[in-house]
């Protein structure tokens, strides 16, 4: 069994979980973006990149991802203005993001998390806890998809946790 077989059956989901559609990163630095796609390529079918908080929202609207890991500071729109445009629009309002911010202020976490943020990680983060982070948000979005599936609600809408 593979090791995201083995994710998904630690999640308590079963070997029917498909990967996420669509996640999205948004960071001005590219190295920065490789290392987060390297973590997201075992979850996420299609990965999404963005340099600044304009393009991001763009690319939110157009391409609806399940998964938004974005930088605090970012050109154009921050990072927590980026999370409450996210948040305010109905096509996006139930995205996981994942905050990520150099300010290792409680301020920070505190903004972030008032603008809607799932998880908030300060920089330089590990990639054990990133990768860790990730996977969470991953199998909340498959337990909720499974619940759905199993009520009969619609699956096309992922609400915050």
């Known amino acids: 069994m593979s090791q995201l077989a083995d994710d998904f059956v630690d999640a308590g989901i079963g070997l029917s979980v498909t990967p996420l559609p669509r996640a999205l990163i948004?960071?001005?630095d590219a190295?920065?973006?490789l290392l987060y796609k390297t973590v997201l390529e075992r979850y996420v079918m299609t990965i999404v990149e963005a340099e600044d908080g304009a393009e991001a929202l763009g690319k939110a609207l157009h391409d609806r991802p399940a998964l938004v890991i974005t930088e605090t500071r970012l050109p154009r729109v921050d990072g927590i203005a980026l999370?409450?445009?996210l948040r305010g629009d109905p096509l996006t309002a139930g995205v996981r993001v994942v905050m990520v911010t150099a300010a290792a202020s409680p301020d920070v976490a505190s903004r972030a998390v008032a603008a809607g943020a799932t998880a908030v990680l300060v920089k330089p983060c590990d990639?054990?806890?990133l990768r860790a982070t990730v996977?969470?948000?991953c199998c909340a979005v498959w337990r909720r998809r499974a619940d759905e599936d199993h009520s009969?609600?619609?699956t096309h809408a992922i609400a915050p946790t």
């Open 26 to 28: 948004v960071d001005p």
């Open 83 to 85: 999370c409450q445009l």
């Open 152 to 154: 009969g609600t619609p």
């Open 135 to 137: 996977h969470r948000m």
């Open 31 to 33: 190295d920065t973006r």
């Open 127 to 129: 990639i054990d806890e």
